[in-house]
């Protein structure tokens, strides 16, 4: 290929990967924690949450009579739950959405559940489940965002276009050197040299992972109004129809009775003859006092891969249990239900269970990794060294300076942020109305200070307290439940299960990773080489006067940066 | 987590470390091993790896696990190597 | 030949990204269409799912490939000529 192509995708590559790398970064460093969502959901979920009565599967027909007598509305759609755990603990739930609310908008969902007493009473109550886990994943859907509204989605979009083209172009640059550079992960001298191979030996072996991001991440972002165009122009107005066939019907049907649907044993029994190596987690209602009832059995294959994030699903009739649709059953797809499934299931990690969870978990922290690495390159490619004729200490250029605060504070922030957020689940629950809010409040807060203090202090400097305030956020997260157990009196708590001690445990190993990072870059900071940005032996202020390092400060240093370049120029 | 999915990601191991060791850039070893009989190795291990999965997954499942693990080997191999040059450096 | 006679590569940042956010994304559109003509007997649901899905890929590959080009000129001419060749065929597909 010609060395000018090569050169022109350099300039595409550090464009597109200088302007997306720290919104990539909060997407996959929340996106590797959301492969966990179920367990930080139990983990969050108070225990106070968990004490309903739970009704026994057998007694769910006069539970769903019951309900549906006191709350007739709840006909459009309920769910019975067949797995119960600290996030779902109640037999039967439903969500109603905030009709003025985005679609996507699943923090202002309000929750229900029914119970039913010895008496065969029943009580309905708002459930206030855990929305950590909800809240993360936002983080993860609109690049660190608020909230999941269409402008940010797709905000995020161009993010995800921009990434798309940083791989492609990443790759072209790396050609003439592929095959003679693989697994290259030189340590030494020549960090340049170092920060590049530990950056390319990502992006090329986890390629086609980040190619299936960015290509589903596109799609996420925009296939609303992909649709909507498609429809006008390729299936003439038809995809409304198409895409709910069950929808609308005869209007003036009488409306049916509930009681007369088959129990949910029998229901199971019929996809248990269908597919017998799915697993049924959900029954979700829909209409079920219209003439289009409809159940979906939602569930997981173990030895296929599922069609959304929370499983695939069989449709049946629940009056007369005849199967309706087998289009998203995981494992029983036709090819193109297949391709489009893999998209989804590729994404989210929907397959091969916990084994392929952890791993999907390590490759997004890698990908996480792969663009903070990317962003110290560009950094490092800038650096002034030191001249040879020993004419002092250079000053290193202003932007690499606030690409190196930037970096540090809005990646670190991310981290201390979600640690913060996570651990404020337990100590704020009962102490605040709106816990969901306050985990916004807890992540903004620890982001912006983080971002704050950086740019206050300098790359450098900031680097390490921040990673150390990052391992005692992230520490905290065991802490909270070992006192959670040990003094039941402070109102915390810790579940017995695997999947939330999972959590614990997770915390503390990355705990463990932000010391060992916070104590190697206090080495480098204080005695690795002083011509960088990465060193806290004050180049820009130590070239202009010596008084100045006492004072530190980039605003200071900022300043003389800019001063001691006018001045030579 | 079942013994022919377990065994399938094991092989799986194995073949991955036998090609990264091929390499020359490898850095677990003074020298590379013998590139043609380790990634022939490699490539035993792998289809060995994917026949295990196969006995657990279904083809298509077991193919996107056998990906996933293999990206995620590749890329741990080389950081290992690094971190074993930076212990004996020191 | 000398080799200075193969032109040098324009940058013409601004002329062929625009052709390969805008041009690119009419000709995955417009390849989508003719995928939803072919797939005709396809169930329309699954259909338009995979029309939707394949727009990804192509809008996102000329995208990146467009810098390829020799200048921005060319990238508008080619891609506008691919968008002429997909949705002419389509138009005519409306004939049949």
Known sequence: MRSELIRIYKAVHTWTGILTGMALFIAFYAGALTVFKAPLARWASPPAFTEVAAVPLADAPALIAATLAV???????????????????????????????????????????????????????????????????????????????????????????????????????????????????????????????????????????????????????????????QNKMLHGGGLAAAFSPRAGGPQDAPPRDPAAMLPPAELLARVQALAPGFEPERLQYAQVSGPRATVRVWGHDATAFSPRFSGGFVALDPYSGKVVNTEYLPG??????????????????????????????????????????????????????????????????????????????????????????????????????????????????????????????????????????AAMFTFAIPATSLLGALVPALGLWAHPAAATLGVDLAAAAGGLCFVWMARATARRVHGGPADSVWSARAPAAASTSSGKEAAGGAADEVEDGVATAASTR | MNLALASGLLLALAGCIAFYLASPQQRWRAAPLPARPARLAAGVLLVAGMAALCQALQPLTAIYVLLTWVMLLLVLLPYLGALLTLRRGA | MSASSVPPIRRDWLAKTL??????????????????????????????????????????????????????????????GANALVFGALAAAQWL
């Open chain 1, 71 to 229: 709350r007739p509305e709840t006909a459009r759609d309920f769910s019975l739950n067949l797995k119960l755990d600290e996030h779902q603990p109640a037999r039967l739930s439903w969500q109603v959405r905030d009709p003025k609310g985005d679609d996507h908008d699943s923090f202002s969902v309000r929750h229900y559940a029914a119970s039913m007493g010895a008496d065969g009473g029943v009580s309905v109550e708002e459930a206030q489940p855990s929305k950590l886990a909800e809240f993360i994943d936002v983080l993860h859907r609109v690049v660190g965002l608020p909230a999941d509204t269409d402008p940010n989605r797709w905000f995020m979009g161009v993010v995800a276009a921009l990434y798309a083209v940083a791989l492609v172009s990443g790759v072209i640059v790396l050609l003439p050197s592929l095959v003679k550079d693989f697994f290259a992960l030189r340590v030494g001298k020549n960090l340049k040299r170092m920060w590049l191979d530990a950056h390319n030996v990502v992006g090329i072996v986890s390629l086609p992972f980040h190619l299936v991001m960015a290509i589903t991440a596109v799609g996420f972002a925009y296939h609303d109004g992909i649709y909507a165009l």
């Open chain 3, 19 to 80: 052709a390969g956010v805008l041009l690119g994304f009419t000709l995955a559109i417009g390849c989508s269409g003719v995928f939803a003509w072919l797939a005709d007997g396809m169930q329309m649901s699954v259909r338009a799912q995979l029309a939707m899905w394949m727009v990804m890929p192509i809008w996102l590959g000329v995208f990146s490939g467009v810098y390829f080009f020799r200048s921005g000129l060319r990238a508008w001419a080619w891609l506008g």
């Open chain 1, 332 to 469: 029983q797809q036709d090819a193109p239900h297949a391709t489009v499934s893999s998209l989804f299931a590729l994404h989210f990690g929907a397959f091969g269970g916990t084994p392929v969870q952890w791993m999907y978990f390590l490759l997004g922290m890698a990908g996480a990794w792969l663009f903070y690495g990317g962003n110290l390159l560009w950094i490092e490619t800038r650096r002034r060294k030191v001249p040879r004729d020993g004419s002092g200490m250079p000053v290193q250029r202003l932007d690499t300076r606030l690409m190196a605060a930037a970096t540090v504070g809005v990646c670190l922030g991310c981290v201390c942020g979600i640690s913060l957020s996570i651990v404020a689940g337990k100590w704020l629950h009962g102490q605040v109305a709106d816990l969901g809010s306050w985990h916004r409040y807890s992540y903004y807060a620890a982001f912006s200070g983080c971002l704050a203090w950086a740019f206050l202090r300098g790359g450098a400097r900031a680097s390490v307290g921040l990673l150390w305030l």
